[in-house]
């Protein structure tokens, strides 16, 4: 029994150490690495809770009868001190994520947030920290697996997400899963964000996409705008202003997101609907794949990767191809306003990719580009309730109503000088 608790302990402490410390150079521990320190980062309760259970059962048992044990208890109390400080470490992104809005939007912008006048109805329950899995919210109605094209294919349907009360004439906004092109599907991601602001008026529509091998860049971006068609075509149904449409999406999904928003009418993207628009009016990638040219030489295995699986074509032979898939290469000036996640810890995505992206955003577009970086947070650190989801659903909801309300002021604007 000593034995087994030392064994025990050794799996909980390395969870611990994960969050803290990821294997963050690309290769074969980045995976479970990430699996580690992602659950353990933002669910550090929930862990004590299962390392406290397994200390009391295996010291009932007897497994302080001998020295492993006295390690292993000692290894635990180690574990445990690292758990509670994640929750100050956790807060901390209530902080960078205002400061990162307060430096791009301006100082007073909450008061252009406060105008807006979507409120919740009742302010998001704090239980849900005790059920971060529980992704559902009385105040929001879900229509499922809506076609957003033509044909066969069960990749193109969507979810929509609005008020349960109605809505009319409510911004929109566009959420793309992420999964590596090859995975992922639209019930499993962003949930908190769009629960929050369906919640507070907005409409929110999440869409599947055609999936690698299958299918081949650009199917996946060409798919996105498909449903930017149907949105333009039915919003207004579900009570939303198709006007306004801000895009967002994580990993793959942020990569989507910021192609999105830098190839608006791009006829190449839009075979046989080249007249629709395709503009947005905002963009919040997370944790995004923002090159795959890999020009900052920080993981060949990616390049290898989209090569194979992704594109189906090689880079050198056909360079321009993957540029024209990097948003770093697209960066322009009227790109629309940005608002970047990243996690400091992310162990699939480099952060230094992200900052590369902003830094090249910034120099070109005519439009705000807030930055935030998630002190130690993973990557898809926001797919469940935790106290730094909760931060940054904030934050983005804030940019969000920020951008719509200066939206809204410059078309009432230009009205009265019609």
């Given at each position: 029994?000593?034995?087994?608790?030392?064994?025990?302990?050794?799996?909980?402490a390395?969870?611990?150490?994960n969050a803290?410390?990821?294997?963050l150079r690309?290769?074969?521990?980045?995976?479970?690495?990430?699996?580690?320190?992602?659950?353990t980062?933002?669910?550090p309760?929930h862990?004590?809770?299962?390392?406290?259970a397994?200390?009391?059962?295996?010291?009932s048992?007897?497994?302080?009868?001998a020295?492993?044990?006295?390690l292993?208890?000692?290894?635990t109390?180690?574990?445990?001190?690292?758990?509670?400080?994640?929750?100050?470490l956790?807060?901390?992104?209530?902080a960078?994520?205002?400061?990162?809005?307060?430096q791009?939007l301006?100082?007073?912008?909450r008061?252009r947030?406060?105008?807006?006048?979507r409120?919740?109805?009742a302010p998001?329950?704090r239980?849900?920290l005790?059920?971060?899995?529980w992704?559902?919210d009385?105040?929001v109605h879900?229509?499922?697996?809506?076609?957003?094209?033509p044909?066969?294919?069960?990749?193109h349907?969507?979810?929509?997400?609005?008020?349960?009360?109605?809505?009319?004439?409510a911004?929109?906004?566009?959420?793309?899963?992420?999964?590596?092109?090859?995975i992922g599907?639209?019930r499993?991601q962003a949930?908190?964000?769009?629960?929050?602001?369906?919640?507070?008026?907005?409409?929110?529509?999440?869409?599947?996409?055609?999936?690698?091998?299958?299918?081949?860049?650009?199917d996946?971006?060409?798919?996105?705008?498909?449903a930017m068609?149907?949105?333009?075509?039915?919003a207004?149904?579900?009570?939303g202003?198709?006007?306004?449409?801000?895009?967002?999406?994580?990993s793959?999904?942020?990569?989507?997101?910021?192609?999105v928003?830098?190839?608006?009418?791009?006829?190449?993207?839009?075979?046989?609907?080249?007249?629709?628009?395709t503009?947005?009016?905002?963009?919040?990638?997370?944790y995004?794949?923002y090159?795959?040219?890999?020009?900052?030489?920080?993981d060949?295995?990616m390049?290898?990767?989209?090569?194979?699986?992704?594109?189906?074509?090689?880079?050198a032979d056909?360079?321009?191809?993957?540029e024209?898939?990097?948003?770093?290469?697209?960066?322009r000036?009227?790109?629309?306003?940005?608002f970047a996640?990243?996690?400091?810890h992310?162990?699939?995505?480099?952060?230094?990719?992200a900052r590369?992206?902003?830094?090249?955003?910034?120099?070109?577009s005519?439009?705000?580009?807030?930055?935030?970086?998630?002190?130690?947070?993973?990557?898809?650190?926001?797919l469940?309730?935790?106290?730094r989801?909760?931060?940054?659903v904030?934050?983005?909801?804030?940019?969000?109503?920020?951008v719509?309300?200066?939206?809204?002021?410059?078309?009432?604007?230009v009205?009265?000088a019609?």
């Open positions: 029994m000593p034995w087994a608790f030392l064994a025990v302990t050794l799996i909980g390395w969870f611990t150490f803290y410390l990821p294997h690309q290769g074969p521990m980045s995976v479970p690495s990430f699996f580690a320190g992602w659950l980062s933002e669910l309760g862990h004590f809770a299962w390392q406290l397994a200390t009391f059962f295996f010291v048992a007897g497994a302080l009868a020295w492993p044990g006295w292993g208890l000692g290894i109390l180690a574990s445990w001190a690292g758990l509670l400080a994640m929750v100050p956790a807060r901390r992104s209530e960078v994520v205002e400061a990162a809005l307060a791009s301006g100082r007073a912008y008061e947030v406060a105008a807006s006048g409120t919740r109805v998001a329950p239980g849900r005790l059920l971060p899995l992704l559902r009385r105040a879900v229509v499922r697996d809506i076609r957003y094209a044909g066969a294919s069960r990749r349907l969507l979810d929509v997400y609005a008020p349960k009360h109605g809505a009319s004439g911004p929109v906004l566009l959420q793309i899963h992420g999964g590596g092109w090859v599907d639209k499993q949930l908190p964000l769009m629960l929050d602001l369906a919640a507070r008026g907005w409409v929110c529509v999440a869409i599947n996409y055609r999936l690698s091998p299958k299918a081949t860049f650009p996946h971006l060409v798919d996105a705008k498909l068609r149907w949105i333009r075509e039915h207004a149904e579900y009570g202003d198709a006007s306004f449409l801000a895009v967002t999406g994580g793959a999904g942020g990569h989507l997101t910021a192609l928003a830098l190839t608006p009418n791009d006829p190449r993207y839009q075979p046989g609907f080249e007249e629709v628009d503009r947005v009016q905002a963009a919040v990638p997370f995004g794949v090159d795959f040219t890999d020009r900052q030489k920080l060949a295995g390049i290898r990767f989209l090569e194979r699986v992704v594109m189906k074509r090689r880079i056909e360079r321009d191809a993957f024209r898939a990097s948003p770093m290469s697209l960066v000036p009227d790109a629309p306003p940005f996640v990243h996690g400091s992310d162990s699939l995505v480099p952060v230094a990719t590369l992206f902003v830094e090249l955003l910034r120099k070109v005519q439009q705000p580009v807030a930055y935030a970086e998630i002190p130690f947070a993973q990557h898809a650190f926001e469940f309730h935790s106290l989801t909760r931060h940054v904030d934050a983005v909801g804030r940019f969000l109503d920020f719509y309300e200066e939206w809204r002021a410059e078309r009432q604007g009205a009265r019609g």
